[in-house]
């Protein structure tokens, strides 16, 4: 059993600057894929970006490449997401979420999905 806590949310102008984080309880955090998503008012919820156990493979939206990071400090079981450049359309509610998969990898695709964070509100004012 893995619970998820965002935290890091809140209200910035266009332009600026985030760091969302997102504290695992449990033990299998090391050997736990990690992602973040996101849902927009009126919209599905997608994927943002993935990272696997180790931290050295990482995947992005096409959306947010180039600006958002995602990062992992496995001995303080906390996963991030740096957030720089951000626009209106980034905001949304944010979720961290872990996958238990066997390899280490990672994974974009929500069902893969084990464990959910209760989510993070991001708002960009123009």
């Known amino acids: 059993q893995v619970q998820l806590v965002e935290s890091g949310g809140g209200l910035v102008q266009a332009g600026g600057s985030l760091r969302l984080s997102c504290a695992a309880s449990g033990r299998t955090f090391s050997r736990s894929s990690m992602g973040w998503f996101r849902q927009a008012p009126g919209k599905e919820r997608e994927f943002v970006a993935a990272?696997?156990?180790?931290?050295?493979?990482?995947h992005y939206a096409d959306s947010v490449k180039g600006r958002f990071t995602i990062s992992r400090d496995n001995a303080k079981n906390t996963l991030y997401l740096q957030m720089n450049s951000l626009k209106p359309e980034d905001t949304a509610v944010y979720y961290c979420?872990?996958?238990?998969?066997?390899?280490?990898?990672?994974?974009?695709?929500?069902?893969?999905?084990?464990?959910w964070g209760q989510g993070t509100q991001v708002t960009v004012s123009s």
């Open positions: 979420a872990a996958a238990m998969l066997r390899w280490n990898t990672l994974t974009t695709r929500e069902g893969e999905y084990d464990y």
């Open positions: 990272i696997n156990w180790s931290g050295d493979n990482t």
